[in-house]
């Protein structure tokens, strides 16, 4: 079986890899292991694929109610050759069984049984600066660290495709398949705004770039995502992603594998699981001192015990509540109709000029005739304080600063309180100085948007229900995760 593809060597970034007309190899030639950017010449490479498959194949009887595309994926890659798989399928089955016999007494609730998946977090705010997830990607699955940013929608691994520009990371860069994401798929389509050339129609390139400055850009690719569900089904999904072959990693770039994108549009990985009729279109996450963990559905959670906001009507790709005043002490500061965006991928929370000015105008003035002194010398972050003798942690510091907080009004009289501790908004650095983990996000260029971020949002799970159109939280001891039969580690 012989094939045309890519010798993939981009020269320059945003160049598109060229087709060699002459590269004919081998598929299982040495040489062939490359990932092929361009179109087969040849559909033998689709039947030889589907013939390997059919080695494994199994059927699931109970078929009504089950997304065609799942099913076929689920049904190719379960391996009858691992222990307990017969158990598994069985599970499945009477899972999806369930799944669409309540579906077809529910008119109104088309599928009431929907599974969830979590996932055990890693890291801190400080001194790491970041959260991090274990995915795990590929046939047969191999292990990568994935930052889990509610500010984007693409799912990235560094990628070996050859890579142009990577940086470092915990395990070897991820080497891609042949299945390619082509220019004109839907998927592709919701990564680019309006109308968009395909120079290369074979092939769906991406470039994502950060707020911090930071950026990646591949192409998207097909594999297969090793999930457990919480009802202790393990499935094997291909969903899209990208191959990113050239980083340009930020200032502050944490030493990870990629980035897990969480975000509102078609691309991100929960809303192709959500698609596929495995997990509602929900995203939470419940962040802690010493990790926390992440969940997609919704079945973690009691919704009557959360409070709720409505996500803003003015912005389909960020989760952002509008109309929120900002308050100290529990009380009004004046500075009201705050647009604020929940974002998992920023360590510290960030407030336009205005807001932030207030803020450190009202702790100064409230820190007056209390043990702690201005730290100039301490450059860990913009504002820090120093007490009689270093702080160890922030229990010990918390006492001389008032909680700050966000009132969200939404209808007439109803109001939603986020409130923000000190421990939700205090670092201990390396000097023990208490410093402010809240930053003017107009001087990096933010402009007036407000945000919050990990730093804000530990000890609290917090809830993004794209169903419903809301945002939601309410504390929670993030250290113990909820009950389960497994993690995805």
Not at 290 to 315: I, K, R
Not at 461 to 475: L, T
Request: aromatic share 10%; net charge positive.
């Amino acid at each position: 079986m012989f094939y045309k593809f890519c010798l993939f060597c981009p020269p320059t970034r945003g160049t598109p890899p060229l087709c060699s007309n002459n590269a004919k190899k081998d598929l299982r030639a040495e040489s062939c292991k490359k990932l092929p950017f361009c179109q087969l010449q040849s559909k033998s490479l689709l039947l030889y694929k589907s013939r390997s498959y059919q080695k494994q194949r199994i059927t699931c009887m109970v078929y009504q109610g089950i997304n065609w595309y799942a099913r076929k994926v689920i049904a190719s890659t379960w391996n009858m050759k691992e222990e307990g798989s017969r158990d598994q399928l069985q599970k499945w089955c009477k899972w999806k069984s369930r799944v669409s016999t309540e579906a077809s007494s529910s008119e109104a609730n088309p599928v009431s049984s929907y599974s969830s998946i979590l996932f055990k977090l890693y890291g801190n705010v400080h001194p790491d600066g970041y959260y991090f997830a274990q995915v795990n990607v590929g046939q047969p699955p191999k292990p990568y660290f994935l930052d889990p940013d509610t500010g984007s929608d693409l799912t990235w691994l560094q990628c070996d495709a050859p890579c142009v520009r990577c940086t470092e990371a915990p395990h070897p860069l991820y080497r891609p398949t042949n299945d390619l994401v082509v220019c004109r798929d839907p998927l592709c389509a919701s990564l680019h705004s309006g109308a968009y050339e395909c120079p290369n129609p074979e092939q769906c390139d991406y470039e994502v770039e950060y707020a911090d400055g930071g950026s990646s850009f591949g192409v998207l690719v097909n594999d297969v995502f090793s999930l457990n569900l919480t009802t202790g089904i393990r499935l094997g999904l291909r969903l899209a992603f990208g191959c990113g072959y050239d980083q340009l990693p930020s200032v502050y770039a944490p030493p990870l594998d990629g980035v897990l994108g969480l975000g509102k549009g078609n691309s991100s990985i929960v809303s192709q699981l959500h698609n596929q009729g495995i997990v509602r279109n929900i995203i939470g996450h419940c962040l802690s001192a010493t990790g926390g963990f992440l969940f997609f559905g919704d079945d973690l959670y009691d919704a009557s015990q959360v409070n709720w906001a409505p996500m803003s009507q003015d912005s389909t790709k960020r989760y952002s509540v509008s109309s929120a005043e900002l308050t100290f002490g529990g009380k009004g500061v004046g500075i009201k109709n705050l647009d604020v965006i929940f974002d998992s991928g920023s360590s510290y929370s960030y407030l336009n000029s205005q807001a932030y000015r207030a803020i450190i105008s009202l702790i100064e003035k409230d820190l007056k005739g209390k043990p702690l002194k201005e730290a100039k010398d301490d450059r860990t972050l913009p504002e820090c304080w120093r007490g009689r003798k270093p702080f160890k942690s922030v229990h010990d510091v918390r006492k001389y600063f008032k909680p700050l907080g966000l009132s969200f009004h939404h209808g007439q009289r109803v109001r939603t309180q986020f409130e923000i501790p000190p421990d939700a908004y205090l670092i201990i650095s390396s000097k023990g100085n208490a410093c402010l983990g809240i930053l003017n996000g107009t001087e990096i260029g933010l402009q007036n948007v407000n945000l919050i971020g990990d730093i804000s949002m530990q000890d609290k799970m917090v809830i993004y229900d794209n169903e419903k159109g809301a945002i939601g939280w309410s504390p929670a001891n993030c250290s113990r995760p909820p009950k389960s039969n497994t993690f995805i580690m």
